[in-house]
């Protein structure tokens, strides 16, 4: 299982520093939406660029305009884009003709889908990589979240999944147990007052 890093942060500076920090114990290097819409593509292409043995994951959260949205972030250096899963089908298959066209690949975010696994088993047949099973910060704040509802659709889906949703050294190997592909970390990592140690705690404790 990959241990990815999204990195939530506001500015190209910080993401550069944090990733310096985690990438010997991580192998996916996300740049988080917010940091996406604060600091333009040019983020992506920064940490491309400082971390090329890694792999770049730009979380656009495409809703619409799908193969121009990817094609402008796979330019800039991206190796993995995000639409979202309650996209239209065309929106998806348009951003899965720009990943073919640059040789890297589509994650379908789940987030806000009612019914994961008949939408995860939906969008792997139009071409996509993986999906991310994903409850956002919010969802994660809501009275009655549990994690483990994102564990049991990812097992159900049938289908490659990465879980996201408030990761910890705890839980880590629970996810590794659903059979995800991808675990992500954000605030775990970021959160902590030494970035690498978290990173490689979190390292650890995948089998």
């Known amino acids: 299982m990959k241990l990815q890093f999204a990195m939530d942060t506001l500015t190209t500076e ?34 491309k660029s400082a971390h090329p043995d890694k792999i770049v994951f730009a979380d656009l959260k495409t809703m619409d305009a799908g193969e121009l949205e990817a094609d402008i972030a796979f330019a800039a250096g991206a190796d993995l884009v995000t639409v979202l899963g309650s996209a239209g089908d065309s929106t998806i298959v348009g951003a899965v003709k720009a990943a073919k066209k640059h040789g890297k690949g589509i994650v379908v975010d789940l987030i806000g889908v009612t019914d994961k696994p008949k939408r995860a088993k939906e969008v792997v047949a139009l071409g996509v990589e993986f999906v991310e099973m994903h409850a956002g910060l919010d969802e994660q704040a809501e009275e009655g979240f549990t994690f483990s509802t994102l564990l049991r659709d990812g097992e159900a889906s049938g289908v490659p999944f990465s879980v996201a949703g408030g990761i910890t050294a705890s839980t880590i190997a629970s996810v590794q147990a659903s059979g995800a592909r991808v675990a992500v970390a954000g605030g775990a990592i970021y959160g902590a007052t030494d970035v690498g140690a978290a990173a490689a705690t979190l390292r650890a404790a995948i089998v």
């Open 14 to 47: 910080a993401a550069l520093e944090l990733a310096a920090a985690a990438a010997p114990h991580v192998d996916i290097l996300e740049l988080g939406t917010p940091l996406i819409k604060s600091a333009g593509l040019s983020a992506i292409t920064a940490v």
